[in-house]
């Protein structure tokens, strides 16, 4: 049940959303039991970051994942998304940040798992 929250500074146009919802579909798999048929994501565009206290071009990924989080695969899944975004986007690695969330209680189709 992994979730994907991704802000980003500048414009997103519907051809490189499409790409990262490509990218971030096939990377989601660095997490075992982990696969785009339960994965969520949404994308905002022009929001106001400020980082390193610049607003140049930047990016925050809030991943949020049922179940806990092995240390080795959240790293290989921060590379790939970090590089999908870097890639797609045009913005530099070091201003792209990915934090996770992990939780006990998640709820689908109207129940608890």
Do not use: N
Not at 37 to 65: H, I, K, N, Q
Request: hydrophobic fraction near 40%.
């Amino acid at each position: 049940m992994p979730y994907i929250d991704t802000k980003v500074s500048g414009h997103l146009t519907r051809d490189a959303e499409e790409h990262l919802k490509t990218a971030f579909g096939e990377a989601i798999t660095c997490l075992s039991g982990k696969t785009e048929s339960y994965l969520m994501l949404s994308f905002t565009e022009c929001a106001r970051l400020w980082f390193a206290g610049t607003d140049a071009p930047a990016a925050m990924l809030e991943v949020s994942v049922f179940g806990g989080l092995d240390h080795e695969e959240a790293s290989a899944l921060t590379a790939r998304l970090t590089d999908a975004v870097a890639d797609t986007l045009l913005i530099p690695r070091d201003r792209i940040y990915v934090k996770y969330t992990t939780t006990s209680e998640w709820g689908w189709q109207g129940e608890q798992f």
